[in-house]
């Protein structure tokens, strides 16, 4: 890594699950033969939102033989990045952008094999693997854990009961969904944490935290042996078992009716009281 390269925001905001071709010598996917390969392929639906990497100066937007719709823009110290493959462009030729700013929309133009942005950081004219400076792909299948859970908590507590300001394991949640938004945010600094909009993932800053804080309220509420009016919540039980809330992961004070003998000091049964409830 160069010692003078930028300290770049991810251009998708980590919108993409994998890369599909990393800088290098690869096989050309149209001619068959070995050929550089100056940046790195991001699979995104057509139409995601392109952020720029670092705040800088657009020197070229429009058509580049190949690239199809182009943006570069030039940085300090002589970098410069470049999203290629673009279905619309936000910028024209000497604006001013800020690093994080939208500048256009993913596509599928150019020498291109499926929809996807190309992405470029370069030193002057040599490319520079950018992989390093954007940091890894997010891990989609916690973000689909945790948007499973989040539905199952609107669902199972009902939209308008579940939605807004929540306490799980002393962290604040507000859950909002709006026509076929849904997300997610924390009272921190952290802000917006996850967003999903007609199954496209938008946002996506879950922390492992997170995820299990919401898998240990997602398996609660579709726990055994809990009848409904017993279900927990992230706060504790439902006001109709006449519990007390506490912690998530601690106790409930008072205990829960079942079918069965009563469970006390427990969110949920454990082994030797289910085979009691059995």
Known sequence: MPPEAPNLTDPLKHQYRRVSSRMGIRRDPFTGKQRMHAGIDLPVPVGTPVYAAEGGTVTHAGYRK?????????????WKTRYAHLSKLQVKVGETVEKGQQVARSGNIGRSTGPHLHFELRDGNRPVDPLPHIGKPPHTGRARAFERAARTILDRKGKDTASGERSYRGLSYDIAQKDN???????????????????QLLTNRLSHRDAAVFADVERQLKAPHLTHTDVPTATGLLPEAGLKPDRLEGRATGSVTTSGPAVKNSMLPNRKQQMALE
Do not use: C, N, W
């Not at 190949?66 to 002589?78: F, K, L, N, S, W």
């Not at 009272?187 to 007609?198: A, L, N, S, T, W």
């Open 66 to 78: 190949g690239y199809g719709p182009t943006v570069d823009i030039a940085h300090q110290r002589g």
């Open 181 to 199: 938004t849904l997300s997610v945010s924390t009272r921190d600094e952290r802000g917006e944490i996850f967003k999903i909009k007609d199954g």
